[in-house]
């Protein structure tokens, strides 16, 4: 829940996560939906959408380089996070385009058997437990270094 330092609900911090969570719901729910569609087969022309997804995780990777460099992190860390910020790149906006490229010509698989409600609570809970995450993550990281994992 959007708490403050004092442990009360406060709307301002709903305010400033609300947008984010929706953001990323809708994000994610796009790129479920990608699944969806590329496991049915029916992701006709994704040979020819594939190198602009690659395209778009290398600028993501070159962006979050230059970024973290001339940030508290180099080298070795800056490297990792970039990677990684360009590998979430390439598959949440390979998934997310071909979810909407399939969401537009199989309306009737998405709407008619209630998947896009299914894939919107998935990824609202995904959204909740990643937002959680980040504003817990020294707990989390103490949690899982404490037990061994």
Same mark, same amino acid.
């Given at each position: 829940m959007a708490t403050s330092a004092n442990g009360y609900f406060e709307r301002d911090v709903l305010v400033q996560a609300g947008p984010l969570i929706c953001a990323t719901t809708l994000a994610l729910t796009a790129a479920f939906l990608g699944i969806v569609?590329? +496991?049915s087969g029916n992701a006709g022309? !994704? @040979?020819g959408r594939l190198p602009l997804y690659v395209l778009a995780g290398s600028v993501g990777f070159v962006a979050a380089l230059l970024t973290a460099e001339h940030s508290e992190y180099y080298g070795r860390p800056a490297l990792v996070t970039a990677a990684g910020v360009g590998i979430v790149g390439f598959v949440m906006i390979g998934l997310g385009t071909e979810g909407v490229v399939y969401g537009l010509t199989h309306p009737d +698989? @998405? @709407? +008619?058997?209630? !998947?896009?409600?299914? !894939?919107l609570s998935a990824a609202m809970i995904a959204s909740g437990l990643g937002y959680w995450a980040v504003r817990n993550w020294r707990d989390l990281t103490t949690a899982v270094n404490a037990s061994g994992l």
């Open positions: 569609g590329i +496991a022309g !994704l @040979v +698989a @998405v @709407v +008619a058997s209630h !998947l896009s409600i299914y !894939l």
